[in-house]
């Protein structure tokens, strides 16, 4: 949990995502041709598309995985939300 | 948990939800310019497009934040499923 | 927790998914017409479009629910991790 938390608080304090959430999981993956079991923790960050490669290559480059799961999607929704989210990503 | 168990069943009882998920997380984001640490649960809701403002609306008169979160996006998949969330949600 | 864990072992198993994520969740749905409480385990899969609906089918008929949950959406990201699930997913 101490390096997803770290990594979000970075995030935000980056203005890189407005907000992290953070959800404990087990895991299932295969790596090195075998498949098994872990503890992870996912990441759930809110920000506007512009920011999503700087997000990004700061999550790659911060990260201690060979290869982190970093993936988007969009949402719509409470505009006043949206904007809050807008407004917290488009300081530099 | 209880503010939120309770949103998700009065959301799912006025059918406006066919189904609320709620998942504890420990969450970090910017408020009054600092950033702060809490403990919240995030609620995924399954409806259709046409009862999602009104399922905005009522979160927002329900819940006890300034600005809660409310987001949505579009999912396909098992028909059958997708067929019963519209029965649930299209009862008026 | 066992149920969930097995299937998305299977699934990655089979090459359907890349990964599973597990995630413990308390949920609220209407169900014979009354509203009750579970507890279940929502799972998070990473695969390509190309195998979502063996991956459904595979679902339904492993799942010991009569109308499980299974939708998906698109998503975008860091290039070489969609890769490793496209690799990962791709065998046959």
């Known amino acids: 949990m101490d390096e997803a938390r770290m990594l979000g608080k970075e995030l935000v ?4 995502a407005a907000c992290a959430n953070f959800h404990r999981i087990d895991s299932v993956y295969r ?3 075998k498949v098994v079991e872990d503890q ?4 759930v960050l809110k920000t506007i ?5 700087e997000l ?3 999550v790659r480059s911060l990260h201690s ?8 999607w969009d949402i ?7 904007q ?7 300081k530099l």
């Open 31 to 33: 790596w090195g041709g």
């Open 40 to 43: 992870e923790v996912a990441v």
């Open 13 to 16: 304090s980056r203005n890189l």
């Open 56 to 58: 990004k290559e700061t």
């Open 84 to 90: 809050w989210v807008s407004d917290e990503t488009g």
């Open 49 to 53: 598309s512009e920011r999503f490669d």
């Open 65 to 72: 995985y060979e290869l982190p799961c970093v993936v988007c």
């Open 76 to 82: 719509s929704g409470y505009e006043e939300y949206l």
